[in-house]
C-alpha cells in the first residue's frame, strides 16, 4: 500500500517535470542545460545523499536524456556536460558510472570522470 502511493506520487512529479520542460521535448538534440534539468532528480542519489539507489523520476529523467542522444556531437557534449555538472556538485564517480545499471537502462555513453570526452565515436 505504502509503495503503491510512493510510485503515485513519483508519477504525478513526473508530470509536473515534462509540463516544466514543456517546448524543449520536441527538439531532436538535447542540450546541457534540458539534459540536466531531466537529472536533477538524481541529485541526492549521486552526490550519496538519503537513499541507496535512485528514485522513479530520476530514472524516468536519465532514460529521456538517452532517448534523445543519439548522435555523436551529443554524446560528446553530454559527456563533458556530465563531467562538468558531477564536479560541480560534488557527484561520488561510483554513483555517476553506476546510474544506468540502477535504472536497468543500457547507455552507450560512458558516464566517467575519466573518459576523455572528445575520443567518444
Ligand atoms: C534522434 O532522436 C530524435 C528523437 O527521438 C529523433 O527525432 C531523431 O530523428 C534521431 N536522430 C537520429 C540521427 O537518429
Ligand atoms: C582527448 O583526446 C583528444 C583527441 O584524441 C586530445 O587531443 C586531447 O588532448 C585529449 N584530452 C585529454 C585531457 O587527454
New binding site residues.
Given amino acids: 500500500m505504502e509503495k503503491k502511493r510512493m510510485d503515485w506520487s513519483a508519477l504525478m512529479a513526473f508530470g509536473m517535470v515534462i509540463m516544466a520542460l514543456g517546448a524543449s521535448l520536441s527538439?531532436?538534440?538535447i542540450s546541457c542545460t534540458e539534459a540536466l534539468r531531466s537529472l536533477i532528480p538524481c541529485t541526492p542519489f549521486l552526490v550519496g545523499f538519503g537513499s541507496s539507489a535512485p528514485n522513479v523520476v530520476c530514472c524516468i529523467g536519465v532514460q529521456h536524456v538517452f532517448?534523445?542522444?543519439?548522435?555523436t556531437a551529443?554524446h560528446r557534449d553530454l559527456c563533458q556536460c556530465f563531467q562538468n555538472a558531477a564536479s560541480q556538485i560534488g557527484a561520488l564517480p561510483e554513483r555517476v558510472k553506476e546510474l544506468p545499471q540502477f535504472c536497468n537502462i543500457h547507455v552507450t555513453l560512458p558516464l566517467d570522470a575519466n573518459v576523455n570526452c572528445s575520443r567518444i565515436k
Fill in positions: 527538439d531532436a538534440e532517448e534523445q542522444a543519439n548522435t551529443t
